[in-house]
């Protein structure tokens, strides 16, 4: 049962109300980099934010027998393409955290926590028209085991070179081979994520 | 910023602006006939309806090259109302049609709407 503010309670149950019920999102991608957008034909200011007017649409949730986790489809629109560049530079936005808000056009200032929802980016798909974002939380089930592999002469560390992440490096280069030979040519091999002092043959589960 | 200013043509077109506004209103009837009724959004639309007859060759090249350089509703266009001298962005809601006068076949009528950006 949620428990809303007086005010927050008296407007829901109006029964008729000129103040819409807006859908806020805050996404932040991987880099830190946060979008807040509104479904509304004009900018709104909530929390000391501008939330600008974009186009977006929420579906329902998706809910199975199979012991699935539940999802909901985002759907943002990219006729302006404004995600596209964040969208390939991290796989899809996956990862992605967003939080979404329901709030009231004239009660802005009231407290909405309960009406906010956080989920992550599992699932991605492009067209010229929108960016379709599946939302859900995170699948136990769909970790990975082992959860870490030591090797020796490769290095799992994903590359970027823009100096973010573990790999660190920026850069000029655009490729990687994840060895210690090319981590060298780039000059980064302080941040060579492979174990040279595993032997290079077998395999062994701890 | 509006990508063209709307051209000033030989013919006043004050007499025949409709005006409409966007509907945001939510409507779900209850079952014993009230209506619960919300706002989708917070700031309402326009629209402006024009038919203008009686246009000179001269308006009809000024009124594509507008359209044109907008690529019809890609781009904005800056336009003072005639009443209200009020300035708006707006942009067209589908190309504009031409048609010859029946009476004169040196003059055309256009018909197209803008709607408020």
């Known amino acids: 049962m949620k428990s809303l503010s007086a005010n927050l309670v008296q407007e829901k149950n109006k029964q008729h109300s000129t103040y819409p019920w807006l859908l806020l999102l805050d996404i932040t991608l991987p880099d830190s980099t946060i979008f807040r957008f509104v479904n509304n034909n004009e900018d709104i200011v909530y929390k000391g934010n501008t939330y600008t007017c974009f186009p977006f649409e929420i579906g329902p949730q998706e809910s199975s027998v199979d012991g699935e986790i539940p999802k909901i489809e985002l759907k943002i629109c990219n006729i302006t393409r404004i995600l596209t560049p964040y969208l390939n530079t991290y796989n899809g936005g996956l990862e992605s955290e967003v939080l979404i808000t329901v709030v009231n056009s004239n009660l802005l200032a009231e407290d909405y926590s309960e009406l906010e929802a956080t989920l992550t980016v599992i699932d991605c798909q492009v067209d010229e028209y929108w960016v379709s974002w599946s939302l859900g939380l995170f699948n136990p089930t769909m970790q990975r085991f082992p959860l870490y592999r030591y090797l020796a002469n490769y290095c799992s560390y994903p590359f970027f070179n823009t100096g973010i992440g573990e790999c660190g490096y920026n850069g000029a280069l655009t490729t990687c081979l994840h060895t210690l030979a090319d981590c060298i040519a780039h000059g980064n091999e302080i941040n060579f994520g492979g174990n040279l002092g595993l032997q290079n043959d077998g395999i062994r589960v701890v | ?117």
């Open chain 2, 1 to 117: 910023m509006a990508d063209v200013t709307f051209p000033t043509l030989s013919r006043g077109i004050n007499l025949d602006v409709r005006e409409v506004s966007a509907n945001p209103t939510i409507r779900s009837e209850m079952e014993n006939g009230s209506v619960i009724t919300r706002a989708r959004f917070t700031r309402l639309r326009k629209t402006w309806n024009f038919s203008i007859g009686f246009l000179t060759a001269a308006d009809k090249v000024l009124l594509d090259a507008m359209q044109n350089t907008t690529h019809i509703g890609a781009g904005t266009i800056s336009w003072t109302h005639p009443k209200t001298s009020v300035v708006y962005e707006v942009r067209l809601l589908s190309p504009i049609t031409f048609q010859v006068e029946s009476d004169n076949s040196n003059l055309q009528s256009a018909v197209f709407s803008l709607e408020e950006v």
